[in-house]
């Protein structure tokens, strides 16, 4: 329907659509909290995850299946998972490598 008739809907109806993942009073503020949260994670985990959302869109379910553990595999023991790990551990920030 919103494709065929480029009908505006308000940020509320998009929530009640499911288009949308949160509502925000001040939506500036929401998104700069969210882009410190994601910018607080391990960025080959963010990378990763982009590229299984990305290339799992036309893909079938064994493919995004396969993909997404073959996209563990690269994370699981490399420097920046055990960064992630020895951070909670500690409640000190994690300090990733980001070549």
Known sequence: ELTY???VLS????AQLGLVTRLADDPLAAARELA???AAKS???VRAAKRLYDESWTATTEETLALE???QLTLVGSPNQLAAVSAGLSNEPPRFVDP
Not at 11 to 14: I, P, Q, R, Y
């Open 5 to 7: 008739t480029a009908r």
């Open 11 to 14: 940020g509320t109806e998009a």
């Open 36 to 38: 410190t949260e994601i």
């Open 43 to 45: 960025p080959h985990a």
């Open 69 to 71: 553990a073959a996209l």
